[in-house]
Structures are given as structure tokens and as C-alpha cells.
């Protein structure tokens, strides 16, 4: 085989029947036991699946190669009818640059036969020039897939890999109208993305953690998983809902006869679901929440609002226009490596004299977040406020970067201590 060929080898599962869908065979990556945590074929494939193949040859390796060479030529014959109701021929060599993966469904494996179904993937771009078909499919706004699973009672989204996460991941969402946004699970995703953020209503909050994943809106799909008893029946029960308010979408459940065919369920239910996505789609259901698309005014509004106010005013009072003038909304950027850090930094904020609120706009867990401050006075005397109370701080237009003398970054401040008989008044004075 050639290095750029690139073969998704999928586990061999028994099939089972599922409640109103007849056979299903599981897939999995063979080596895992059940998926990869990285989402597989994300940019979306022409898939043929049924490709049957019984071929013979001299040895078991030889015989399994001819056999996916077989299915190559076969599922190109499928697509080309489908896609323009006539047969197309190819060469092996120029079907190996289209085909981005062969999915075994089910396979048997002789000294000198091979007998499989298999499922053939083709690059969709290469695929729909050489046919003269369109390519372009009309999806939704990017949508944050949540997979949440509940299992001996414990809901679980990223805390620990789970069998329905990895589901989703496996699944081949390239034909899909839905623009699904999917999660690896590791970094800040388990604390972003849990149990409890699901039932949260909160469009700010929703808001800064879309942001963080590109996404305009979320989905969250539920499976709730009960066992007989240990290796027996498993049934699932599943829910597609939208939006921070959990909008209905679609419930059903399924049952698989065998412990050791859960992968064979979930694949099932993701088919399930990304259906009932796409019919959503279509009635017009997963539109954005139109709290969730609306953004906080700017800080240049905020910061112009009082001005145009007192401006307008035909007798402002002295105190009146002080009180105005002084008045400054500034962006303060602070590390946050933990979530402690984030409260810290905003109480720090809170507690120095003239700060009337203190909010993080943007979070940025593990790196530099943003919080937005309302002050009673100029710039430069909350700066100088900061640098009393030990932070060292960077100025630019409307922005104060603030970080703890000593730290990281603070070596290149040492000259901050000169202003200090200056700052050290305000406390004094407050």
C-alpha cells in the first residue's frame, strides 16, 4: 500500500438488532477500542457504504488489499450513478488520490479469501469536479455539539472520555447540513463544557463559552443508558435538544441485546440524531436565540454615553460635569490560569476606591482574559492605584495590562518603583 493512502481500519463487531433498525455493525478504530478522541473526517466525504467484496488470492494480506481495491472501483461505480444516473470507470491509481478512507463494516478473513462489506469514502471537492456535480452544501451556523451521557446516574460530557463522546467523534458529519463544532476534551473543555453547564440559562455566560469555540449556538445530545445487568441488554435512551433553554428537538430510545456492542448503540443513536438536526434545520427550528447573537455594548460606547449626556444638559452643575468627565470605562487584560485567578482578579479590581464594577467580558483560561472596569476618574489614577497596590502595569489606548511585579513579564518593569511616592498617597488619602 502507498504511504498516502490513508485506510480507516475499523474494529469488527457482531451484529445486533436495535429496536426498529434491524442490523447495525459497530465501528471502532481496532486499536482503542472504540473511536479516537480526535473528530475524524471533518472536512466532509462523499460515502458509499454496502460495498460487498468476496475476492481470493494467494495469501491473506494480498487477498484483504485486492479486496479494499475492489471496493475502490466498485463504490466510485455507485457514487458516479447516483450522483449522475451513469456508470464511470477509473483507474486503480487515480481512484487511490480520491478515496480518503475505506470503513469495514464487516469483514471475514481467510488464509486465501476475503469476504467484507465495506463502506468507501471519496474527497468530495475531487470527487464532484470529475462527475461535473455540485459540491456545496448549505449548512446551519456553526453549532457546539455537547454529548452529555448519564450512566449509573452521574451525568458526564468531557470529565472522562465517555462511549458517547467518542461516538461523536467517529461520526462522518461531511454530508451533513448541520456545521457541527466538536470538542477534543482536554484542556480547559472538561471545565467549559460539564453536566452543570448544560443547565445553565445565562446567555453572557453561553456567550463567552461559544466564543471560546467559534461556535453562534449550541446542541446538546443526551443519552441516558440503563443495563439489565452486567454484559446483558443496554438500552439508550436519547435526546436531541437546542439552545441554553434545552428546546425539544427529538426522543426516541434504542436497544442493543449485548454489553460488548455499546459502540454498535451509540453509532446508532449520533445516525439518530444528526437526522433529527437536519429536519430541524429544514422546519426553520435552530435558529439563533436572538439573546444569545446580541453583544454587550462596547467599551468605546460606554465610555462616550456620559460625555454626549452632559453635553446635552443646558446647565450642568460643576459637580455634575466633574462626576461625567471623570468617569472612564477601560479594558484591564490579566492572566488567568485557573478559575481562582479570575475571581481574584476582579475583587482585586472591586476593592481599590472610584472602581464601580468590575466584569470579565472575555475569558481565556490558561492565557490572558479581559475584564471591563467603570472608574470614577482618569486612567492614569487607576494605573497609579494599581502600581500601589504591587501590580505592574502597561498602558496603551483605552487598555491597561496589568500582572503581578515579580511574575512573569514584570522584569521588564523595574522602573515602576519611581512613581511610588505618588501612588502611595492614595491610599492615604482613601
Given at each position: 500500500?502507498?504511504?498516502?493512502r490513508?485506510?480507516?481500519?475499523?474494529?469488527?463487531?457482531?451484529?445486533?438488532?436495535?429496536?426498529?433498525?434491524?442490523?447495525?455493525?459497530?465501528?471502532g478504530?481496532?486499536?482503542?477500542?472504540?473511536?479516537?478522541?480526535?473528530?475524524?473526517?471533518?472536512?466532509?466525504?462523499?460515502?458509499?457504504?454496502?460495498?460487498?467484496?468476496?475476492?481470493?488470492?494467494?495469501?491473506?494480506?494480498?487477498?484483504?488489499?485486492?479486496?479494499?481495491?475492489?471496493?475502490?472501483?466498485?463504490?466510485?461505480?455507485?457514487?458516479?450513478?447516483?450522483?449522475?444516473?451513469?456508470?464511470?470507470?477509473?483507474?486503480?491509481?487515480?481512484?487511490?488520490?480520491?478515496?480518503?478512507?475505506i470503513?469495514?463494516?464487516?469483514?471475514?478473513?481467510?488464509?486465501?479469501?476475503?469476504?467484507?462489506?465495506?463502506?468507501?469514502?471519496?474527497?468530495?471537492?475531487?470527487?464532484?469536479?470529475?462527475?461535473?456535480?455540485?459540491?456545496?452544501?448549505?449548512q446551519?451556523?456553526?453549532?457546539?455539539?455537547?454529548?452529555?451521557?448519564?450512566?449509573?446516574?452521574?451525568?458526564?460530557?468531557?470529565?472522562?472520555?465517555?462511549?458517547?463522546?467518542?461516538?461523536?467523534?467517529?461520526?462522518?458529519?461531511?454530508?451533513?447540513?448541520?456545521?457541527?463544532?466538536?470538542?477534543?476534551?482536554?484542556?480547559p473543555?472538561?471545565?467549559?463544557?460539564?453536566?452543570?453547564?448544560?443547565?445553565?440559562?445565562?446567555?453572557?455566560?453561553?456567550?463567552?463559552?461559544?466564543?471560546?469555540?467559534?461556535?453562534?449556538?449550541?446542541?446538546?445530545?443526551?443519552?441516558?443508558l440503563?443495563?439489565?445487568?452486567?454484559?446483558?441488554?443496554?438500552?439508550?435512551?436519547?435526546?436531541a435538544?437546542?439552545?441554553?433553554?434545552?428546546?425539544?428537538?427529538?426522543?426516541?430510545?434504542?436497544?442493543?441485546?449485548?454489553?460488548?456492542?455499546?459502540?454498535?448503540?451509540?453509532?446508532?443513536?449520533?445516525?439518530?440524531?444528526?437526522?433529527a438536526?437536519?429536519?430541524?434545520?429544514?422546519?426553520?427550528?435552530?435558529?439563533?436565540?436572538?439573546?444569545?447573537a446580541?453583544?454587550?455594548?462596547?467599551?468605546?460606547?460606554?465610555?462616550?454615553?456620559?460625555?454626549?449626556?452632559?453635553?446635552a444638559?443646558?446647565t450642568?452643575?460643576?459637580?455634575?460635569?466633574?462626576?461625567?468627565?471623570?468617569?472612564?470605562?477601560?479594558?484591564?487584560?490579566f492572566?488567568?490560569?485557573?478559575?481562582?485567578?479570575?475571581?481574584?482578579?476582579?475583587?482585586?479590581?472591586?476593592?481599590?476606591?472610584?472602581?464601580?464594577?468590575?466584569?470579565?467580558s472575555?475569558?481565556?483560561?490558561?492565557?490572558?482574559?479581559?475584564?471591563?472596569?467603570?472608574?470614577?476618574?482618569?486612567?492614569?489614577?487607576?494605573?497609579?492605584?494599581?502600581?500601589?497596590?504591587g501590580?505592574?502595569?502597561?498602558?496603551?489606548?483605552?487598555?491597561?495590562?496589568?500582572?503581578?511585579?515579580?511574575?512573569?513579564?514584570?522584569?521588564?518593569?523595574?522602573?515602576?518603583?519611581?512613581?511610588?511616592?505618588?501612588?502611595?498617597?492614595?491610599?492615604?488619602?482613601?
Amino acid at each position: 500500500m502507498t504511504a498516502a493512502r490513508k485506510f480507516l481500519t475499523i474494529g469488527i463487531a457482531s451484529a445486533l438488532s436495535l429496536a426498529g433498525l434491524g442490523a447495525v455493525w459497530a465501528e471502532g478504530d481496532g486499536k482503542s477500542g472504540g473511536g479516537s478522541a480526535v473528530p475524524i473526517d471533518a472536512s466532509g466525504s462523499f460515502e458509499v457504504s454496502g460495498v460487498d467484496v468476496d475476492v481470493k488470492g494467494k495469501d491473506a494480506e494480498s487477498t484483504r488489499y485486492g479486496g479494499w481495491r475492489l471496493a475502490q472501483r466498485k463504490g466510485w461505480d455507485m457514487l458516479s450513478r447516483k450522483l449522475t444516473g451513469k456508470a464511470s470507470t477509473m483507474s486503480d491509481s487515480a481512484l487511490d488520490s480520491l478515496v480518503t478512507g475505506i470503513v469495514v463494516e464487516q469483514e471475514q478473513i481467510g488464509p486465501t479469501r476475503y469476504i467484507a462489506k465495506l463502506s468507501v469514502l471519496f474527497d468530495r471537492n475531487k470527487a464532484g469536479s470529475i462527475l461535473g456535480v455540485s459540491v456545496a452544501v448549505n449548512q446551519s451556523p456553526p453549532m457546539l455539539i455537547v454529548p452529555l451521557e448519564y450512566s449509573g446516574g452521574s451525568g458526564l460530557v468531557f470529565e472522562r472520555e465517555t462511549a458517547w463522546a467518542k461516538a461523536w467523534n467517529r461520526f462522518k458529519s461531511g454530508g451533513s447540513t448541520v456545521d457541527y463544532v466538536r470538542v477534543q476534551g482536554n484542556g480547559p473543555d472538561a471545565m467549559l463544557l460539564n453536566a452543570g453547564q448544560v443547565l445553565r440559562r445565562g446567555r453572557n455566560w453561553w456567550r463567552s463559552v461559544l466564543d471560546q469555540y467559534g461556535a453562534a449556538d449550541v446542541l446538546i445530545a443526551e443519552v441516558q443508558l440503563r443495563r439489565e445487568y452486567p454484559g446483558g441488554p443496554i438500552i439508550g435512551i436519547f435526546s436531541a435538544t437546542h439552545g441554553p433553554d434545552r428546546q425539544k428537538i427529538a426522543d426516541f430510545a434504542l436497544r442493543v441485546d449485548n454489553g460488548d456492542s455499546l459502540d454498535t448503540l451509540m453509532d446508532a443513536g449520533v445516525q439518530r440524531l444528526d437526522k433529527a438536526y437536519q429536519e430541524a434545520l429544514a422546519l426553520g427550528q435552530l435558529h439563533t436565540d436572538r439573546l444569545l447573537a446580541t453583544r454587550p455594548p462596547s467599551a468605546k460606547a460606554e465610555e462616550e454615553k456620559p460625555t454626549d449626556e452632559a453635553t446635552a444638559e443646558a446647565t450642568p452643575t460643576p459637580e455634575a460635569s466633574a462626576t461625567a468627565a471623570g468617569s472612564a470605562a477601560v479594558n484591564i487584560q490579566f492572566d488567568t490560569p485557573n478559575v481562582g485567578s479570575v475571581n481574584a482578579g476582579e475583587a482585586a479590581l472591586r476593592g481599590i476606591p472610584g472602581v464601580r464594577t468590575a466584569v470579565t467580558s472575555s475569558l481565556a483560561l490558561g492565557g490572558v482574559s479581559v475584564m471591563r472596569v467603570t472608574y470614577d476618574g482618569a486612567i492614569p489614577g487607576l494605573r497609579a492605584q494599581l502600581e500601589a497596590r504591587g501590580w505592574s502595569v502597561q498602558e496603551g489606548a483605552g487598555v491597561l495590562r496589568i500582572r503581578r511585579a515579580g511574575g512573569s513579564g514584570g522584569g521588564a518593569q523595574q522602573p515602576i518603583p519611581a512613581p511610588t511616592g505618588t501612588a502611595t498617597a492614595a491610599p492615604n488619602g482613601g
